[in-house]
């Protein structure tokens, strides 16, 4: 069965890291883009990272560029996202999500969805 799974969420203080895994079974992402995507509570999912399936090519929501970092591994089946400089306005659920190809970043046009990994920016 297809599925994606984040995990690495968690409680963090302001300026400090935290890296999200998303990992798939039941199929390669060899042919998709993923995607990272978060939604806070009362706000619309906005995406905010992906990493494309050809050439590696990533893209950030301004938000949070210079803070993280995507990046994929295809022998562990798995994509990673690296938080730095946390700040509580990043405080949301992180989902992934893929699509064949190339980054659109929209969350109408993905394929797959995983369920989701907490993150909470709180001194």
């Known amino acids: 069965q297809v599925q994606l799974v984040e995990s690495g969420g968690g409680l963090v203080q302001p300026g400090g890291s935290l890296r999200l895994s998303c990992a798939a079974s039941?199929?390669?992402?060899?042919?998709?883009?993923i995607g990272w995507f978060r939604q806070a509570p009362g706000k619309e999912r906005e995406g905010v990272s992906c990493?494309?399936?050809?050439?590696?090519?990533?893209y950030y929501a301004d938000s949070v560029k210079g803070r993280f970092t995507i990046s994929r591994d295809n022998a562990k089946n798995t994509v990673y996202l690296q938080m730095n400089s946390l700040k509580p306005e990043d405080t949301a659920v992180y989902y992934c999500?893929?699509?064949?190809?190339?980054?659109?970043?929209?969350?109408?046009?993905?394929?797959?969805w995983g369920k989701g990994t907490l993150v909470t920016v709180s001194s």
């Open positions: 999500a893929t699509e064949l190809g190339s980054c659109y970043l929209r969350v109408k046009g993905m394929d797959y």
């Open positions: 039941g199929f390669t992402l060899d042919y998709y883009a």
């Open positions: 990493i494309s399936s050809s050439d590696g090519s990533t």
